[in-house]
């Protein structure tokens, strides 16, 4: 959930190599880029889990303690006081616009 990319598309140079003139169409690019690229690992038959952040944002770990327990490990309440700083900006907008 670290955020410092968020500015990647600010940058003229940026948007000129990726063919894009403002910040909207850049992570527009960056968006389709992406799915592209999900969908090819998902045909190719890898495993994976779908983790939504916006939940976490809303205090439900439920996809985290899949994931953990996907992966082999054990989920412990004591996980949750490390990973909420990690979520505040993401409160913070979510209040906003409410």
């Known amino acids: ?7 990647a598309f600010q940058d003229k140079g940026v948007q000129q190599k990726i063919g894009v003139s403002s910040v909207e169409e850049g992570w527009r690019w960056w968006i389709r880029w992406h ?3 999900f969908l090819e690992m ?3 038959g890898i ?23 996907w992966c082999g490990l054990e989920w412990s309440e004591q996980i949750i006081p490390m990973v909420e700083p990690l979520l505040w900006k993401g409160k913070q ?6």
Request: proline letters at 2%; hydrophobic letters at 35%.
């Open 1 to 7: 959930m670290k955020t410092g990319y968020m500015r």
């Open 93 to 98: 907008l979510k209040n906003k616009n409410r």
């Open 35 to 37: 799915e592209a690229r």
């Open 47 to 69: 495993s994976y889990k779908e983790i939504w952040p916006e939940r976490m944002v809303d205090g439900d770990y439920s996809q985290i303690v899949d994931l953990l327990k």
């Open 42 to 44: 998902i045909a190719a």
